[in-house]
């Protein structure tokens, strides 16, 4: 089940980049299914950024059923350090866009959105999804008192490491979490 759901998370994040090329190439629904004919440009537009938000919360929804955690110590807060991690990823994302936007050809897309699939699954650090922040969530680096850095996507906004608590994490690997605590 984990495997699985990290392939589903790789492909949230980085679909995108399919969303901004179709678009890009004017990809109309109306090409695909002669039903969307005589509709506007933009309805086409808004069904392609609607399949990743509607994975995104599948992914939000599943993520529910794995395995549970805790980053927490016995007598005190675990964490020791407490790091908003939203906008570090944002540079990185802008590059899947400017990629998209600078691919000529269909294949040479597929061919670029495999190669980041893999890097970004192999990498196995984190799932950073900007389509998360759509539903309330943020992006934090959380360092233990261990020295060990994970990275929390929550719906909480941290500010304090002394008095943070996580009794409802749930892992997606070993320095990624989610917080269903809200």
Do not use: W
Not at 46 to 62: A, D, E, G, Q
Not at 92 to 100: I, R
Not at 117 to 139: A, D, K, R
């Amino acid at each position: 089940m984990n495997f699985l759901f990290r392939l589903f998370l790789t492909f949230n994040a980085t679909s995108l980049i399919l969303v901004v090329y179709l678009v890009k190439e004017r990809c109309l629904l109306e090409n695909i299914l002669p039903l969307f004919s005589k509709l506007p440009d933009f309805i086409s537009y808004t069904i392609y950024f609607m399949i990743p938000l509607v994975l995104t919360f599948l992914s939000l929804f599943f993520s529910k059923f794995l395995d549970n955690d805790s980053i927490q110590s016995d007598d005190h807060s675990a964490i020791k350090e407490v790091e908003q991690a939203n906008n570090a990823f944002l540079p990185s994302y802008l590059g899947y866009f400017f990629v998209a936007l600078s691919v000529p050809h269909f294949e040479t897309l597929v061919f670029v959105f495999v190669i980041l699939f893999v890097f970004t699954f192999l990498s196995q650090t984190l799932y950073f999804n900007p389509l998360y922040l759509v539903f309330g969530y943020q992006f934090y680096y959380i360092t233990t008192d261990t020295n060990v850095k994970v990275f929390i996507i929550t719906k909480r906004i941290l500010k304090n490491p002394y008095d943070l608590s996580f009794p409802k994490l749930k892992r997606i690997n070993n320095f990624t979490f989610i917080d269903q605590e809200v």
